[in-house]
């Protein structure tokens, strides 16, 4: 049984919606990080862990694919899924929580969830679409079976309530979508975002956790080294974007001129590219 123990997104997120909606779902890639966690690898990332009599889920992924997901989680094991947990509050991770999450008990972020509630719909009611039903503050404690299961918030990264899984027992972290593993990041400025920050805890956490596997959001499982080269693209990011905005360039022009070819392993996609990070750390740099 899994119980409580302790408790101490823009245009390009429609986008991506409206990209995922008009295809049909892709086949999905299971990834197997230790005999009893697995990663699910879809438009975002959803983790499976298995416990004696039961399965805490991370992330849910996006609305259109849930069917499929909660079918392949299945597969993966018949045990009940009793505890889902939610990253963050973006439609590819959590739009998915009311059918794979469905009887299970659903917990994130307090700031998680506030975003979320704003997101419903008018007329939509929390419960239909999942919203998460528990929150933390700063930390929280899972039991999973014999597991503990580590919930660590460590202040605004992606989002303002981003959820970092430490899984101790299989030496692994779920971080979500504060790691995007081969393609430039979606930085939720709206919601708080804060790319220093974002940069610091990965330190932080590698300093904590570093031979860890590291599950991101996006993309295939890595290692503590790769999610800190992340940390590495992020922190130059934010410099290059510092001097064009001391530089007095207007946030067109530093989308024009800043280059950040010494990451050729970041590709961008049909629908996040480097140059939106630069223009949405200028954002951030400048929001009163």
Known sequence: MIARIASCCGLVIAGLALTVSAQEPAPLKVETVTPRLHCIVTMGNVTVFEGQD???????????????????????????????????YHFDHMGGNAVVGRGATIVAHEACR????????????????????????????????????KLLY???????????????????LVVGDLFFSGLPPYIDVKDGA??????????????????????????????????????QYL????????????AGQSREAAQASVRLDEFPEVQDTSFLKKSDNVGWVYDELTRQ
């Open 114 to 149: 506030q975003a979320a509630l704003k997101a419903l719909k008018p007329g939509q009611k929390p419960e239909e679409v999942g919203v998460p039903q528990e929150t933390y503050k700063d930390a929280l404690e899972l039991r999973v079976g014999q597991d503990v299961v």
């Open 54 to 88: 039961a399965l805490l889920v991370v992330d849910s992924g996006q609305p259109d694919a849930a069917v499929q997901l909660a079918a392949k989680v299945r597969e993966i094991s018949s045990k009940p899924v009793r505890t889902l947990v939610n990253t963050h």
């Open 154 to 172: 460590l202040g605004p990264g992606h989002t303002s309530g981003d959820t970092v899984v430490v899984f101790e027992s299989e030496k692994a």
């Open 194 to 231: 804060d790319t220093a920050n974002w940069a610091a805890l990965i330190a932080e956490l590698a300093a904590r956790y570093p031979d860890f596997k590291v599950i991101p959001g996006h993309g295939s499982v890595s290692d503590m080294k790769g999610w800190q080269r992340f940390a």
């Open 235 to 246: 922190t130059a990011l934010r410099a290059k974007v510092v001097a064009a905005i001391q």
